[in-house]
């Protein structure tokens, strides 16, 4: 069992996904991943189908030198709807109600850089790397909405009264 950079509030109403040393670009899997953090399950599933589908769009924030406003990282969106179907599932294996899921926590480091080798003119050979990556997921189920309390009618002693005064005629 991998060990998880967040714990959720609340284990029982919770389930968690992980993948490491995964060969997808780490840049297009973050940006990504920060694009569906905090939707719900169906919605960032949606999502994520859209961008393979090129309907939408990756807003990319971070790193977006030289690369414009948004991208389609379609093999990150193939990595990141694996990861959510394995969350799911492990929410419904707990029981939990798949409507009310959210994405609590989504985090995606850097994996160690698998080397390779290309061959260049007159006998040169440069290294060609790719850049893998880990990603956790934790999806929660929402808690209720809670109504606000009626606000209650402070009484304030003789020398706060009349300094309310004094500021409210101020």
């Known amino acids: 069992m991998t060990r998880y950079a967040a714990t959720p509030e609340n284990l029982d109403k919770a389930a968690k996904a992980s993948g490491s040393y995964l060969r997808v ?15 719900k399950l169906t919605k960032a599933v ?16 971070r790193f977006s030198k030289g690369v414009g406003r948004c991208r389609w990282p379609v093999k990150s969106a193939e990595f990141l709807l694996g990861l959510l179907k394995n ?5 419904e294996v707990k029981g939990l109600n798949l409507d009310n899921l959210v994405i609590k926590h989504i985090q995606v480091n850097q994996a160690p850089k698998q080397r390779r080798r290309t061959y260049r003119a007159h006998g040169r050979i440069n290294a060609y790397l790719s850049h ?19 606000e209650k009618t402070v009484s304030l002693n003789k020398r706060m009264a009349a300094r309310a005064a004094r500021i409210a005629a101020y």
């Open 87 to 91: 969350a799911e599932s492990n929410a």
């Open 132 to 150: 893998p990556c880990h990603i956790e997921i934790i999806v929660a189920e929402e808690n209720e909405a809670v109504e606000k309390a009626t």
């Open 25 to 39: 670009h780490f840049k297009n899997t973050r940006e990504a991943a920060k694009t569906i953090s905090g939707m």
């Open 46 to 61: 949606k999502f994520l189908n859209d961008v393979k589908e090129m309907k939408q769009c990756v807003p990319f924030r």
